[in-house]
């Protein structure tokens, strides 16, 4: 029995460590939460709480077994004294064995609990689709916008003041095809907004090589919501050069994914999210509301437009209601001209004012001809391809205007090269925008202005 003590004693040294070492763990652990809440995306940071949470059960459970035995140790050394004053004591090989026994059973216990429960297992891939229902083309807009710039005198003619495309200083010019290359190099926007003094403006210092087309029909085809989905987002990056690739400005990792984005040399887009006329539909945080004040408004524009760099120009993300308020668009407009980029309207409604208003206030500017992924079937998808070649071969280019799905990222995979073969130049969109000014502007000399600038109808 003059064993007892010290196991006694020991045993409370063995509880109170391993309740401080359980404590100081858990304090380590959620200082490393805490960290990664603000850096980690979504996903991982509900597999993180997952963690967490099985960690505090065991925890709990540990430390319950270790008061439970100390509560026994503590009765057992009472009752041993007792035994040892009146006599009744015996020897401590059974006592020795229970309570080893004991100690084995609660840490088999607490094994078991933290065995019962199941690891978790997340979902990495977060489907993203905040599409808005959209509307035909009108046939008549384009009526009535080329009515209208036929009654603008030579004088106010908005892409004159454009600048001109001579050759730019890094020797790739607009349009000509380096000799000794395939069809298909692709040359690296620079790294760095254009040096003051430069002469280009960023749309066209951070415009991605196209060659010349030679008669072959242009597609630029643009792929929204990049950005937020990890996983296809990465897909889309490695689809077939040159996509125009519209990331939204609250989206994960931008820095990591338009940089390689570039050096695969996709162009980039900022997705500005605006309010919809659907009240289900949530175009995401920091979206240009139209209740809100003009300089919220302006202060949530220049924060998206301060989220990546390299891009060429800005599009509307959703943006239906929002897009038709001519007063509340002008002067995001006049922020865009400013920095010297281009627009790209979305056309998600007909009473858009977007591809308009930016014709009037002399920003190069287009519009989009179809949306790919309405429906998300294969064949569906397919088919939208196919009318986006149709309109490439009537009017010379198209632009279409797709999602990044599992269905549209494996159908344009298959579809690239295809298209390639069937005799289509695949270019980024500032290519078309500059096709649409030169174009123009030879109508203008020949005094035969009867087509819209910049802009697909």
């Known amino acids: 029995m003059r064993l007892l003590p010290p196991v006694l004693r020991a045993a409370r040294w063995a509880t109170a460590s391993l309740r401080t070492l359980l404590h100081r763990s858990h304090e380590v652990i959620r200082r490393g939460w805490v960290a990664l809440r603000i850096a980690s995306p979504r996903v991982t940071r509900a597999l993180l709480a997952a963690l967490v949470f099985i960690w505090r059960l065991a925890r709990d459970s540990v430390l319950g077994i270790a008061q439970m035995l100390r509560l026994l140790f503590s ?15 015996r020897p401590g090989r059974r006592r020795a064995a229970a309570t080893a026994f004991g100690l084995a059973a609660g840490l088999g216990l607490a094994v078991f609990v933290i065995l019962l429960i199941p690891p978790p297992t997340p979902d990495v891939t977060i489907p993203v689709d905040m599409t808005e229902p959209t509307a035909q083309p009108d046939p008549q807009l384009a009526e009535k916008a080329v009515a209208t710039f036929k009654r603008l005198p030579p004088d106010k003619d908005p892409v004159a003041a454009l600048p001109s ?5 890094d020797g790739v010019v607009p349009g000509a095809e380096p000799s000794g290359e395939p069809e298909t190099r692709v040359a690296r926007a620079p790294a760095r907004p254009p040096r003051p003094g430069a002469g280009r403006p960023p749309w066209l210092a951070h415009a ?18 990049v950005g937020i989905d990890q996983a296809r987002t990465a897909r889309t990056i490695d689809l077939p050069a040159p996509l125009t690739l519209a990331f939204i400005p609250y989206g994960f990792n931008l820095d990591r994914h338009t940089g390689r984005a570039r050096e695969r040399g996709h162009e980039l887009l900022v997705h500005m999210p605006m309010e919809p006329t659907v009240k289900a539909a949530d175009p995401g ?13 302006m202060r949530r524009f220049q924060w998206g437009l301060g989220r990546m760099e390299g891009y060429v120009g800005v599009s509307n993300h959703m943006g239906s209601k929002f897009m038709a308020r001519a ?22 409604a007909i009473d858009t004012m977007g591809a308009r208003l930016a ?4 920003i190069p500017n287009i519009q989009r001809d179809v949306f790919l992924d309405n429906e998300l079937t294969a064949d569906d998808v397919s088919a939208r391809l196919a009318q986006l070649e149709s309109i490439a071969r009537k009017r010379g280019y198209a632009v279409g205007i797709g999602h990044p799905h599992d269905v549209t990222i494996d159908t344009l995979a298959d579809w690239i090269p295809k298209a390639r073969e069937r005799g289509f130049l695949l270019a980024p969109l500032s290519a078309l925008v500059r096709r649409g000014i030169d174009e123009r502007q030879r109508l203008a000399t020949a005094g035969e202005a009867n087509g819209l600038l910049g802009g697909a109808q």
Not at 75 to 89: K, N, V, Y
Request: no cysteine; charged share 20%.
């Open 165 to 169: 495309l001579t050759a730019p200083e």
């Open 285 to 297: 945080p920091n979206a240009l509301l139209t209740g809100l004040q003009s300089d919220e408004i």
């Open 75 to 89: 009765h057992a050394s009472f009752a041993a004294a007792g035994r040892m004053r009146t006599g009744l004591a």
């Open 359 to 362: 014709q009037r206030m002399g």
């Open 208 to 225: 991605v090589y196209s060659p010349a087309a030679d008669g072959r029909p242009m597609i630029a085809v643009v792929i929204d919501d």
């Open 327 to 348: 007063d509340l668009l002008e002067p995001l407009l006049a922020e865009v001209r400013g920095r010297g980029l281009l627009f790209l309207d979305s056309r998600t």
